[in-house]
């Protein structure tokens, strides 16, 4: 009695652990990486043997060479991890060569950003709960802006913010605020208006007040909410902070070091920036995941899970 | 219903010491052990028992949606599988499960565009089976424009469009209110009486296994089992009034008798 | 609720008291619109004190309503007029500075605009198309008012253009470069945005039905995919202007990255979103893998692929203008942003950023039109949402 293959695939019943698949994935993107290495920097390999005037190269000096280029097309990974690991344990944190001075920086900002996104996120859905003028009139404009590419506003709120005076850290701090705002704006809307109507009901059979309604039962069960579209906020105040630092002309964090790395075709500098801002915006990301599971726990949810459609 | 097997070419199902067991993380579960059924062209045989007595794994293993891990069981003298590919019966589950995306006579569609009918057949098979059940008018409306009631007995009709002999009814009305329920109880009645069908139906509703069987099936839990299996002889021509005759309170006890023998409410969880 | 309206009714009240008297010295035309204001608010503030909460569906209730929601309508549009005329007085040559009455005459008008989306926001229609008329006027309202607010402000303060132009002044940088705006539009959008969208989308798509019968590899993407949709991914720019050149393929080879992987971990999650009794039932009909792919996981799947389409609607622009501040041939909406901020042509800067709004959101739309069309039975586009 086996089932033939072109059957109605049966659903997989129990969850089987993600460790082995995930790092078999990870490997194989890994090994396609290295293929990719090979196969775009062989011209210009080849390029260097003839120039060299070497005419019995074999196949391991060519896949050895296309390796070891100063400015491949594609960096090896081991070339992104070694340029990083130089420029994070052997420069001191202070100097301007060093990954750590770049990512403290762009991290500073996106996480100033990211606080004051979510707060002015979860106070504008606090008001828009409580007013009608507001629901009615506001959030479909911030609903709307969402679809937008507000992202583009990135260069002019730096320089006119630096036309008057304001410079540093702020500006490119309010990109990713404006840009995490909005995520946490409508998911907070959404979560402060998830308890159902029997549980509202019970409250107000209770004579509860709006104040002990919004602390007793909206805020707990706008939690998940607020954590799930906090995630998104993180992850694109990063991208916010890095955005904000191109049209400062490439002084100081990751984006001014993909900047620079562009205009002196030094692709192994683009990679290792790149590979830094993906593990700080994963850690991030992973962060207020864990901050939100525990303060869910403390709140008595159980794993919370949302949809697959998020918010 | 008897286990004499000199009548083989009539049982539809036969099942001769059948046992399934899942495997869990903790421990094994014994859904099913020493299943011993014979069920006749024509008859309307009812499991019933409590929650976890391996009633609606039974079913499934009938249907070739579970797997017995030993014993014997043949569905019109082939393996279920076969009789799967064969589509050789129509399955109602406990939900209507109807395609939101599909209008009615399309879900009653879903099985025949499957087994590649052509149009034609299609359109008269949808028509008979939605007057069958009483949707005719409803074409065109969607499952959610419909009640539970209208949805289950779409439901039914779209198990009846494959023309199967034989029907297998997994709580088809456990979720419906009481009237509806008694509805389409009478319904289903005059349809298996129409018909001629082989049904087998899940339940854990005594008055509706007296009322609608002709073979009670009693079974326990723990290891899930046959308990008993009371053959229901009052007349085939029954309306809802037949459940006030002594007659039908007598089977009834005994079905109430037998599922209180078989398991002690102590070890209910 | 209330005592919102009532400081709102004093704070128009005093301000148009104030533009009354002090508007005597300026123009008949300030002291006509201060006087309509002030009626209007204390009309509004009656009605306050008048209205009880208890049975605010009795007719005569509904009757204040109309007559107030009247007057402020008028009180909002005629006082908005009268602004915007003064501000053209104030910008010709010999003529006063914008004074107190004129800036108190703005407050009050600002109060009333709000009392009037206050009140319009109150009616609860039970009929639908109310509903819905009043779903977009609201809104509208607001955004006008906002509007309204900006020009008179810029205008009235002399914000210096490089700060915050007028929306007049944008309109007009609009409608004068409306040829540079359109050879953007056609670089970016019809170029390096749909067809990098169309191809990330399509290839995540198509991914995930490849892998569809390997669980392991799912299992493995999924999280890989989550993660990496959570990426900086625009940070790639700089590596595809290398690899295909200044012109659009670059950027469109961004959007692609950056379209993929929301793509993929929908589709996957979307195929297996079909519940236990939907897939045995399939198997009861002795479906093959492609009669269950496309009569039941795939239709199930449409609302998670949707959702990655409008997700991607919007990543997809940002990716392209954020690429082309990277480099590019000397169009392109990215490339207009970057160099006209740096001539410090902020108007310009605005114009481009509306086109990229309004593209941006009749792209979502018209995406969610088609979802609609499409995922009808839905409960989320059922219930109206």
């Keep these: 009695m086996t089932t033939s293959p072109e059957e109605a695939r049966p659903v997989v019943k129990p969850k089987p652990g993600k460790a082995g698949p995930v790092m078999v994935v990870l490997l194989a993107l890994m090994m396609l990486w290295y293929v990719f290495t090979v196969i775009l920097n062989t011209p210009w390999q080849k390029d260097v043997f003839k120039r060299a005037d070497n005419k019995d190269w074999n196949m391991v000096e060519l896949v050895k060479g296309t390796m070891a280029q100063e400015r491949p097309v594609l960096p090896a990974p081991h070339q992104v991890a070694t340029e990083i690991y130089k420029t994070t344990v052997q420069k001191k944190i202070t100097s301007k060569r060093s990954l750590i001075y770049h990512s403290r920086i762009t991290l500073t900002t996106a996480l100033l950003g990211f606080l004051l996104g979510t707060l002015l996120g979860i106070a504008l859905a606090v008001a828009i709960i409580h007013n009608r003028a507001l629901d009615k009139s506001l959030m479909p404009w911030i609903i709307a802006s969402q679809t937008i590419p507000i992202l583009a506003i990135a260069p002019m709120i730096i320089v006119v913010l630096n036309a008057v005076g304001i410079q540093g850290l702020l500006p490119k701090a309010f990109i990713s605020t404006y840009l995490s705002f909005f995520p946490v704006a409508v998911g907070m809307v959404k979560g402060l208006r998830s308890p159902e109507s029997s549980h509202l009901d019970l409250l107000r059979t209770y004579n509860a007040s709006p104040s002990q309604i919004f602390w007793k039962l909206r805020l707990p069960s706008a939690l998940p909410y607020l954590f799930t579209s906090m995630k998104i906020a993180v992850a694109i105040a990063m991208v916010g902070a890095i955005v904000g630092e191109l049209p400062t002309g490439a002084v100081a964090g990751l984006g001014a070091r993909l900047l620079a790395g562009s205009y002196y075709g030094q692709t192994i500098q683009i990679w290792s920036a790149l590979i830094m801002a993906s593990i700080l915006a994963a850690l991030l990301v992973t962060l207020v995941g864990l901050v939100g599971a525990w303060v869910q726990a403390r709140f008595g949810f159980r794993e919370t899970q949302l949809s697959g459609k998020g918010i | ?269 | 609720m209330k005592s919102l309206r009532g400081a709102l009714v004093l704070i128009a009240t005093v301000a148009a008291a104030i533009a009354l008297i002090a508007g005597l010295w300026i123009g008949p035309l300030i002291s006509v619109a201060a006087f309509i204001a002030l009626f209007v608010s204390c009309q509004c503030g009656f009605s306050l004190l008048r209205t009880d909460p208890m049975d605010a569906n009795s007719s005569v209730v509904w009757q204040d309503r109309a007559i107030v929601i009247a007057m402020l309508s008028f009180g909002t549009v005629f006082g908005s007029y009268v602004l915007l005329h003064q501000l053209g007085i104030f910008e010709s040559a010999d003529s006063p500075e914008p004074g107190f009455a004129f800036y108190s005459l703005v407050v009050s008008i600002w109060a009333l605009g709000w009392l009037l989306v206050e009140w319009l926001a109150d009616i609860d229609s039970r009929r639908g198309f109310v509903r819905r008329i009043l779903g977009v006027v609201i809104p509208v309202l607001f955004g006008a008012g906002l509007l309204m607010l900006w020009e008179v402000l810029t205008r009235a303060l002399d914000v210096p253009q490089v700060l915050l132009p007028s929306p007049s002044a944008i309109a007009e940088r609009f409608g004068n470069s409306l040829s540079v705006l359109w050879a953007d539009f056609k670089q970016t959008f019809l170029k390096a945005v749909l067809i990098g969208y169309a191809m990330g989308c399509g290839s995540g798509f198509l991914i995930a039905i490849l892998i569809d019968r390997s669980p392991f590899l799912q299992r493995g993407l999924l999280p890989v995919g989550n993660l990496v949709s959570a990426l900086p991914i625009v940070g790639i720019a700089p590596i595809m202007v290398m690899w295909f050149g200044f012109d659009w393929p670059s950027k469109a080879a961004v959007v692609v990255v950056m379209t993929f992987f929301p793509m993929l971990v929908n589709t996957i999650s979307g195929l297996a979103a079909s519940d236990h009794m939907q897939l045995d039932l399939m198997k009861t009909y002795a479906a093959n893998y492609w009669q269950n792919l496309f009569k039941l996981r795939l239709p199930q799947a449409a609302p998670f692929i949707f959702n990655a389409l409008k997700i991607n609607s919007t990543l997809a622009l940002i990716g392209a203008i954020v690429a082309e501040f990277f480099g590019t041939p000397i169009v392109g909406m990215g490339f207009r942003i970057s160099t006209e901020v740096g001539r410090m042509n902020v108007d310009m800067v605005w114009a481009e950023i509306a086109v990229a709004a309004v593209a941006g959101s009749c792209f979502y739309g018209l995406i969610a039109l088609i979802e609609r069309m499409l995922t009808f039975w839905h409960p989320s586009v059922r219930s109206g949402r």
């Design chain 2, 1 to 269: 219903m008897t286990a004499e097997s000199e009548q083989k070419s009539d049982q539809v199902i036969s099942i001769e010491n059948l046992s399934l067991t899942f495997q869990t993380s903790d421990a094994p579960v014994h859904a099913l052990a020493d299943i011993d059924l014979q069920v006749e062209q024509g008859a309307f045989v009812s499991l019933i028992g409590p929650s976890g007595c391996g009633k609606t794994t039974l079913l499934r293993v009938i249907a070739d949606l579970e797997t017995p891990t030993s014993g014997a069981i043949s569905v019109n003298g082939v393996t279920p599988h076969e009789a799967r590919l064969q589509r050789a019966y129509g399955y109602v589950f406990q939900a209507a499960s109807l395609y939101p995306w599909r209008n009615i006579a399309k879900n009653v569609a879903l099985p025949l565009e499957i087994m590649s009918l052509p149009k034609a057949e299609r359109e008269r098979r949808i028509k008979a089976n939605l007057e069958l059940v009483d949707l005719a008018g409803f074409e065109k409306k969607y499952p959610w424009q419909l009640s539970g009631g209208m949805q289950q007995r779409a439901s039914i009709a779209r198990a009846l469009a494959v023309e199967p002999a034989l029907l297998l009814m997994d709580e088809p009305f456990g979720a419906l209110d009481e009237i509806v329920r008694d509805h389409l109880n009478e319904q289903l009645l005059q349809l298996w009486a129409k018909t001629s069908k082989t049904v087998v139906f899940v339940t854990h509703s005594i008055p509706e296994a007296v009322f609608l069987s002709t073979h009670i099936v009693v079974m326990s839990p723990r290891p899930g089992r046959i308990h008993e299996i009371i053959v229901n002889d009052l007349p085939a021509e029954r309306t809802l009034d037949v459940r006030e005759t002594p007659e039908f309170l007598q089977i009834a006890n005994r079905v109430r008798a037998g599922l209180r023998a078989s398991h002690s409410y102590d070890d209910i969880t």
